[in-house]
């Protein structure tokens, strides 16, 4: 058997192989525009689509694409051929700079939230050449950014490429403040930790909400769900470990840093963590891990659901967003070291985050707004939708006695004791970990726990990133005229304790005490993807994004099209699958079940009228309440959705979608959950939670 050592990024167009495929001055050039930011010259980029092209032919591939991230929240490609006819009939395999620097997709059928008019159909694709291209399938994938004929971002890509530019030129103002002069570039880091559901292909496939939306739009709660909490951690059943073997092969070959995996919470419920790496490359190996996961699944006769809440009454799957700062000489801005209550650096990078956490909560929760989302965020079992950071004890006395001007006492670490004489005794940490906060420092970095499992990681870092760089900013504005550095520098993180430190939460998110007092302390609670979305477009974020050249004002407000309208679509699609299946499935079971009731209750009275018919009877008139109930909320329902076609504009859709649709959607689903509790399971149309939950 091979070794993962060998076949580890074999699929990759890495550093390595470009060392032993490339002349060493196409090599420097290269590395210049990948380290520096430099234009690529034609003919540095010929010889570096030869060599790709030669490496991919030799493991087999006959196209190459431009890889890209729309906004519809998945990848996107359009595969061209190597060949070029020759002069005798026959073919080459060629591939071109130009091939690989520029690709033209059509853009008009992409998300452009007004951008372009439909007739106006070019775009562009722009090689990314901080990601390496890597085979999929056969196929020479070339990440790229993807943008309009007039110069718009159309995808996740170029605004992350974009806000990590920002937050590096602004780190590397502080940093230089405290003498790091060899620190030439500052990244952000990234692990995204991705939760995921697998069910039986064949169940999967009776389902109409599953197939059209990829949630249980009905369903009844199973006798047994994740009360015992004997999933977690549990033993991996064989089919799954066998899909995991497979889906870590595959990854590793593509250079994905897969490293840990196990049971989640609840029945079917898995989780799949990888090493950090770079945020842009981060999010690129994040949409190929969905798309495998997808993918790999069916050869094993599953589906992966990647919905935030696919079943009502269990746990939904998260995304955890892991963020961190590095510069290139390998310092982790965000190590507190061993007293980080000296650490000045740390504490100032530390502040900025908090500051701009508290001043661009808004700008958060909108980075995680999904219909599917907002069934999860709140749910008690995932953060609130109020946006806070959790420190820990010990970094909240640090800031307390810096703010109050005391002095802090370190504490010396405790040893962990298990009471067993054979284990080893360990330094224990000097906090726990909270699993209801939102955003969580861990050590030496954020975890930011609101995403829902199937959104992108971009969003979520363009925020961030550009948050902090602002703050970065206005802190060096400040101490770079300072004209005492030490004492502006001790003023200015005690002046940020102060003032935010309303952001700061270190108890139980779930407790519903906490939403009252973050009302208090004048916390936003988003609790809907309408009420968070607005704020994307308001004031102070457009000249946020617009200063530091992340987004233009024009840019913005698509996406916040993009974003209502696809909310607004999704639940449609919802509503009319909840018609479809009441109407062609859960009525006609209903009504063939009270049927066959009614003629053994006939039936008995025929032969006696004495015998007891107290279940047929009594369960026929409660069928027939709560189908008159689900028949009436169908129609209800139907009339919603018409009325939604007759209104006009992003903002009264979604909201229109929100307090006229969705309502009406829990009612029917309520009824229909109960008749499922009533109905024989042969007559019942489709697989249950039971069904679902247990059968892998």
Known sequence: MESVEKYFGSMVFDDKVMQKRLAPDVYAALKRTIQDGRSLNLSVANAVAAAMKDWAVELGATHFTHWFQPMTGITAEKHDSFITPDNNGGVIMEFSGKELVRGEPDASSFPSGGLRA????????????????????????IPTAFCSFSGDALDQKTPLLRSMEAINRQALRVLKLFGNENVTSVKTTVGPEQEYFLVDKDLFNQRKDLLYTGRTLF???????????????????????????????????????????????????????????????????????????????????????????????????????????????????????????????????????????????????????????????????????????FLGSELTEILEAIEKDEPYGAKEKELLRVGVHTMPKFPKDTTDRNRTSPFAFTGNKFEFRMLGSASSVSAPNVMLNTAVAEILKRFADELENATDFETALHELIKRVIREHKRIIFNGNGYDDKWLAEAEKRGLLNLKTTPDALPYLVKEKNVALFTEHRVFTERELKSRYEILMESYCKLINIEGRTMVDMARKDILPAVSEYAQTLCNTLLSKKAVCETLDCAYEQETVERLSVLSGKAHKHVKVLEKALAGASKLDGATELGFYYKNKVLPVMEKLRAAADELETLVASDYWRFPTYGDLLFGV
Request: glycine share 6%.
């Open 118 to 141: 439909t007739f106006e159909a070019r775009g562009y694709t722009a090689w990314d050449a901080t990601s390496y291209a890597f085979i999929k399938d056969g196929v020479l994938c």
């Open 219 to 389: 369903g009844a709660k199973p006798p047994k769900g994740q009360e015992m909490e004997d999933h977690y951690f549990g033993v991996l059943k064989p089919r799954v470990q066998a899909f995991m073997k497979d889906l870590d092969e595959e990854l590793w070959r593509l250079g994905v840093l897969a490293k840990t995996e196990h049971n989640e919470a609840a029945p079917a419920q898995h989780e799949l963590a990888p090493i950090f790496t770079t945020a842009n490359i981060a999010a690129d190996h994040n949409q190929l891990t969905m798309e495998i996961m997808q993918r790999l699944a069916k050869q094993h006769n599953l589906v992966c659901l990647l919905h935030e809440k696919p079943f009502k009454g269990v746990n939904g799957s998260g995304k955890h967003n892991n963020w961190s700062i590095t510069t290139n000489t390998g310092v982790n801005l965000l190590e507190p070291g061993e007293t980080p209550y000296e650490n000045a650096q740390f504490l100032l990078f530390l502040c900025a985050v908090i500051k701009a956490v508290d001043e661009y909560q808004d700008l958060l929760r909108v980075s995680v707004a999904t219909a599917g989302n907002d069934h999860r965020l709140g749910a008690h079992e995932a953060p609130p939708a109020v946006v806070s950071i």
